[in-house]
């Protein structure tokens, strides 16, 4: 875009300088702001409720998230830190302090109450030391479970029994303009609670490195700081509909943009790092652009709302169901697909075996397609 510019930073995560919080952060350029001038005369009146509740009560939904999120200290291990220094060349020109071993904080999500806990890969991706403080002040040394880069979501796990896990709600049913809580710690304030509503689905901000990323995420404007990443996001009754992973700011700290990782999403990829140690990702194969006027004439293709294929896989998943290029892929199981990460957050979902049913646009005529998902390098 012409006015803005994002770049990525992890902030909080990497590095020792940033040892009060982890979370990534883009940099936008402020726009000019524009004149204010005449203010007018407003008239008011009290207003009584009768004993009704008020408008804006949150106090439920803080209740039901707060005790299922942890304060988490990752640190290096001065072993690890010597290690990296070894192994980078350049170690000898930055002196001792290089090899000093990095610390973080952030936040994590109670997933089960045996102790697994969902958190970013950023928060822990430096670190093989972890304390975890409980919301009543209870501190567990944890473990790595099992982390993915491409999605920026990890687990770790204490040693604990009875814990309180949070309630897990279904972001498929999340709507923009409804009201939600960001639980964390931002700069090491624990136990936080920030409201504000849900301004976006399915947004791709290019903030995870390479080609593989899965991004589609939920937007708000509950203000979310370094030490936020690994929290939760819930709506009104307490329930996780995302996992807190990212800022766009001009300084690194709230700007009134704030991205989470959909729960259906988070979930679907902790089950399989708690049962294997790695993401199992099924792989369509596709090169896909979300279609608009541009995409449809270079494609020479009658505009339709959905996702253009360009290219195949030869041997993926969706040329060996019989995908063609120029298909327009308009629906997933039944879910409206216009975006190209609504539809990576959905095949992202599906599992390694499962069967997607694709709804097709070839030639003008509709059609729909049994596709089952494989691994990149499996049948």
Known sequence: MA???????????????????????????????SDISATTTTLARQVSYQGAPP???FTKAADNSMSAVVHIKATES???????????????????????PRSGTGSGVIYTDDGYIMTNNHVVDFADEFLVTLHDNREFKARLVGRDADTDMAVI???????????????????????????????????????????????DINIIQGTTGIESFIQTDAAVNPGNSGGALVNLNG???????????????????????????????ADDLI???????????????????????????????????????????AANAGVQPKD????????????????????????????????????????DLPVRMKTRNNN
């Open 275 to 317: 049962k294997y140690g790695e993401y199992r990702r099924a792989y369509l194969g596709v090169d896909i652009a979300s279609m608009d006027t541009n995409v449809a004439q270079q494609l020479e293709l009658d505009y339709t709302q959905g996702v253009a294929v360009v290219r195949l896989d030869p041997e993926g998943s």
């Open 78 to 100: 001065r072993q690890s830190a010597l290690q990296r220094q070894r192994a980078n060349p350049w170690s000898l020109f930055f002196g001792e302090n290089f090899a000093q």
């Open 55 to 57: 408008p804006f009560d």
């Open 157 to 203: 796990k204490i040693d604990a029994k009875n814990l309180p896990a949070i309630r897990i709600g279904n972001s498929d049913d999340v709507r923009v303009g409804e009201w939600v809580l960001a639980v964390g710690n931002p700069f090491d304030l624990t136990s936080t609670v920030t409201a504000g509503i849900v301004s976006a689905k399915s947004r």
């Open 3 to 33: 006015n803005k510019f994002w770049s990525t930073l992890l902030a909080g995560a990497l590095g020792g300088a940033a040892t009060f919080g982890a979370l990534y952060w883009l940099v936008q350029s402020p726009a000019n702001p």
């Open 239 to 269: 329930e996780l509909i995302g996992i807190n992973s990212a800022i766009a700011s001009p300084t690194g700290a709230f700007a009134g943009y704030a991205f989470a990782i959909p729960v259906n999403l988070a979930r679907r990829i």
């Open 328 to 367: 327009v892929i308009t629906r997933i199981n039944g879910k409206n697909v216009t975006s190209v990460a609504e539809l990576r957050e959905l095949v992202g979902r599906s599992k390694v075996g499962e069967t997607l049913n694709l709804t097709l646009v070839r030639e003008g005529k509709t059609l």
